[in-house]
């Protein structure tokens, strides 16, 4: 639990120092990484109504489709899924390496201070390594979602969680328990 705590902190002074959050992983760890983001763009567990001053500004710009859109848009906390962009993925895997996919990600879109999650129930995902490799190379905290005893990761991770199982499918299961509880953290911290 410490290092969920640790993680969960690690995001929320991202977020507050105005970065983002990057996530990626294969396959079970692909759709969790989709998962994340869906969880933080938008409302999770509690409405998130955009600022009354950028109401004000849609319909005085915008009338009626402007309140429509106001009443419908959520407040974000900015994230990206490293794993949904198939364009960019398969030009990676043809002209570079398919290892290297994630870490040129991170490195057009990374900053010091954002986050990147990297998951791997096994924690010997080469293209994830990679990504955490750039990361900490240019100054992203880095926060790793593993099992057991979390592989080549660990001492890539500022922070990682090693969740106590060795089957994937029960890997898969915990880490959306702790992914579900920092995002619904997070969500409270900045719009309750």
């Given at each position: 639990m410490?290092?969920?705590?640790?993680?969960t902190?690690?995001?929320?002074?991202?977020?507050?120092?105005?970065?983002?959050?990057?996530?990626?992983?294969?396959?079970?760890?692909?759709?969790?990484?989709?998962?994340?983001?869906?969880?933080?763009?938008?409302?999770?567990n509690?409405?998130r109504?955009?600022?009354?001053?950028?109401r004000?500004?849609?319909v005085?710009r915008?009338?009626?489709?402007?309140?429509y859109?106001?009443?419908?848009?959520?407040?974000a906390l900015?994230?990206?899924s490293l794993?949904?962009?198939?364009?960019?993925?398969?030009?990676c895997?043809?002209?570079?390496?398919?290892?290297m996919?994630?870490?040129?990600q991170v490195y057009?879109?990374?900053?010091?201070g954002?986050?990147?999650?990297?998951?791997?129930?096994?924690?010997n995902?080469?293209?994830?390594i990679?990504?955490?490799?750039?990361?900490?190379?240019?100054?992203?905290?880095?926060?790793?979602?593993t099992?057991?005893?979390?592989?080549a990761?660990?001492?890539?991770?500022?922070t990682?969680?090693?969740?106590?199982a060795g089957?994937?499918a029960?890997?898969q299961?915990r880490?959306q328990a702790?992914?579900?509880?920092?995002?619904?953290?997070?969500?409270e911290?900045?719009?309750?």
């Open positions: 410490p290092m969920v705590i640790a993680a902190g690690v995001i929320e002074a991202c977020y507050r120092n105005g970065g983002k959050v990057l996530v990626c992983g294969n396959g079970g760890s692909a759709a969790d990484s989709e998962h994340i983001v869906g969880e933080l763009m938008k409302g999770f509690m409405p109504r955009v600022p009354a001053d950028l004000v500004n849609l005085s915008f009338g009626q489709d402007g309140a859109v106001a009443d419908y848009l959520q407040g900015p994230a990206i794993v949904s962009q198939t364009a960019l993925l398969t030009a895997a043809n002209d570079l390496a398919a290892d996919a994630f870490a040129q057009g879109y990374g900053r010091a954002d986050v990147l999650i990297g998951i791997s129930t096994s924690g995902a080469r293209n994830v990679h990504a955490l490799q750039i990361a900490t190379a240019l100054g992203l905290h880095t926060v790793g979602l099992g057991k005893d979390g592989g990761m660990v001492p890539l991770c500022d990682c969680v090693c969740v106590p089957c994937t029960d890997i299961e880490h702790i992914y579900h509880a920092i995002c619904a953290v997070i969500e911290r900045f719009f309750s």
